[in-house]
């Protein structure tokens, strides 16, 4: 992304806002925007203030704990996750997000037990989530369960092929089983991934360039 597509995201959003003020789902995607920019301050803010409006918004809730985390606030991101989870199970819902940012939590945090509990709960929801079998193959590989990490991470990257540190770290496994040949293929996937996102967004900057205007954010899903 770049300045341009960001100034007029925003532009859009805080537009919206004015006319909506009540409107926790803007103030969560302007949260968001400012969330995918690093400006953690900014998109608390504005995940607390959708909050305010919506108390069970579980997305503002899994967005405020990110935030929360990138400010060094674990324990308060610890609250917000299992807020936005006890809600979903209250729900019967399929939110899992916050499961998974969770395990994402406490793998970084060193606690492989606790992640893998949250990634597999993940998983119960939905099991489809590639993010919840990326964090359980982490979460094994520092158990050093080296063949059962290669099997999540191969369920990960079913699922999504696009995700380039899906293979860095299927590398770094294959790399301490010793099985060279599948390292090497597995780094040089996570290479080839870098270099085409990168290319995309060169292209993108150019034709931008070239229409004299800013390319739009891409959608949450892309």
Do not use: C
Not at 3 to 30: C, K, M, V, W
Not at 88 to 113: I, P
Not at 150 to 162: E, H, P
Request: aromatic share 10%; hydrophobic share 40%.
């Amino acid at each position: 992304m770049f300045i341009g597509r960001f100034a007029a995201a925003q532009t859009e959003f805080e537009q919206g806002i004015r006319y909506d003020p009540q409107s926790a789902e803007l103030h969560f995607n302007l949260g968001k925007l400012f969330s995918v920019q690093d400006n953690w301050i900014a998109a608390r803010k504005e995940f607390e203030t959708a909050l305010r409006i919506d108390p069970s918004y579980v997305e503002g809730l899994d967005g405020l704990g990110f935030a929360q985390e990138a400010l060094g606030d674990g324990a308060g991101a610890i609250a917000s996750y299992e807020k936005a989870i006890a809600i979903n199970e209250a729900r019967k819902g399929k939110f899992v997000s916050a499961h998974v940012n969770l395990s994402a939590f406490y793998n970084r945090k060193g606690d492989s037990e606790k992640a893998l509990s949250y990634a597999r709960a993940a998983q119960e929801l939905d099991p489809k989530s590639d993010g919840a079998w990326f964090q359980q193959a982490k979460a094994m590989e520092a158990q050093g369960r080296l063949t059962d990490a290669v099997d999540a991470l191969n369920r990960a990257i079913s699922l999504n092929a696009r995700a380039s540190s899906y293979y860095y770290v299927l590398a770094q496994v294959y790399r301490r089983l010793g099985k060279v040949e599948d390292s090497r293929k597995a780094l040089d996937s996570f290479t080839r991934l870098e270099r085409e996102t990168s290319d995309v967004e060169e292209m993108r900057r150019n034709l931008a360039n070239r229409s004299g205007n800013p390319p739009q954010p891409k959608s949450q899903r892309d």
